[in-house]
């Protein structure tokens, strides 16, 4: 049985649970609105179901490890909801434009793969190449050409901070979720940011973000993968797909901050036959990663939206890295 809005399949799945129904064995929705529910004690603790393994490469192990109340885990993500290939943060690099500005494809890809790409790396790239086309004394997104065009809100700011390595909250020894923002890697990564956007504040329009890119008005964006399936595949600029920069050389991974308001987080009631469905809901997930990941690169990025093959490289490692935490999800501090 298939409801298609996730608010109202959490809402029908908490009346089910109440009523003692034992109708559904497994809930796709958001993290924002599966996190809501979590609170009601109507979910399944992920962590007691023998048979899954939440560190199986199918299964989004940051997400499994960070977005834990109490405890407890009462939702993940991973390959058994394909939707998650469309989510992850990611930047888009317009090739055309970067060869104007000396940029090279595969000195972009090297870095990457090297642990070089950095956001001082991408400020050298974008520093002072802005500029006013035309003429009214403001740089937007809407008519004028900018070197790092982006969103603003704090879904776009916790990406950033994320690919910096700053984890939004924490849950401490007492299984209490702590915010610490006031340290040396975030104020560090607010002089960045403030040097990344100098020439540009970034607004809400997303409309005016992807005709940039139709436009050649932008080097490098930063999206969700989604968009080479539902808004580039018709794009004639050609583009590269990228993962958030780090915060430095030193920082050991990229991390890659998944949107959480995409149907990609499965969930189980609280009345779930737990042997059952972890074995099931493990098979989905292999199968799917081991077939329909390999169709998706190929089919999906590779010949419809990625237009190179070592952007689909660069996809293994934002997969691998996607991460998502409890201040992301209840959007709190």
């Given at each position: 049985?298939?409801i298609?809005e996730?608010e ?5 799945l908490t ?7 034992n109708?559904y ?10 996190g809501?529910?979590?609170?009601n ?15 199986a490469?199918y299964w ?8 834990r ?5 009462y ?6 909801l394909?939707v ?5 943060s990611?930047i ?7 060869e ?9 890809f090297?870095?990457?793969e090297?642990?070089e790409?950095t ?7 974008t ?5 006013d086309?035309?003429g ?14 982006s969103?603003?809100?704090?879904l776009a700011a916790g990406?950033?901070?994320v690919?910096?390595g ?14 610490d923002?006031?340290n ?9 940011a403030?040097?990344l ?5 970034p ?5 005016s ?6 436009e ?13 399936f ?8 050609d ?10 050389e030193a920082q050991g991974?990229y991390?890659s ?5 995409m149907?990609?987080?499965a969930?189980f009631?609280?009345?779930v ?7 099931v809901?493990?098979?989905m997930?292999?199968y799917?990663?081991?077939n329909?990941?390999p169709?998706v690169?190929e089919?999906?990025?590779?010949l ?6 070592d952007?689909?490289k ?9 991460y ?6 209840y959007?709190?501090?």
């Open positions: 049985y298939n298609t996730s109202e399949a959490c809402k029908t009346n089910s649970v109440l009523a003692g129904d109708e064995d497994m809930l796709a929705a958001t993290a924002i609105d599966a809501k529910i979590a609170r004690n109507i979910l399944y603790n992920i962590l007691e179901m023998d048979g899954l393994t939440t560190d490469p989004s192990r940051l997400v499994s490890e960070n977005c109340l109490n405890g407890k885990l939702f993940l993500s991973g390959d058994i394909p998650i290939y469309t989510m992850p990611c888009f690099m317009n090739c055309d434009v970067a104007k500005y000396g940029i090279g494809r595969d000195e972009v090297r870095g990457v090297d642990g790409w956001l001082d790396k991408l400020i050298d790239y520093k002072d190449t802005s500029a086309l035309n009214d004394g403001a740089i937007k997104l809407a008519d004028d050409f900018i070197g790092y065009a969103l603003e809100g704090s990406v950033l901070a690919g910096s700053v984890k939004l909250c924490t849950e401490n020894e007492d299984e209490k979720i702590t915010v923002l006031m040396d890697r975030v104020l560090g990564l607010i002089e960045k403030r040097v956007f100098a020439d540009y504040k607004n809400t329009n997303s409309d973000l992807h005709q940039a890119l139709r050649n008005r932008f080097i490098f964006s930063q999206h969700y993968t989604s968009s080479a539902t808004r580039y595949r018709d794009v004639e600029a583009y590269s797909i990228l993962p958030i920069p780090k915060y430095d991974s991390y901050m998944l949107n959480p308001w149907y990609a987080f969930a009631p609280l009345y036959n737990a042997e059952k469905s972890a074995v809901s493990e098979a997930a292999r799917s990663y081991d329909v990941r169709v690169y089919d999906g990025f590779k419809k939206g990625a237009r190179d093959s952007s689909a660069m996809l293994d490692l934002i997969f691998d890295t996607v998502l935490d409890n201040n992301a999800v959007d709190f501090g």
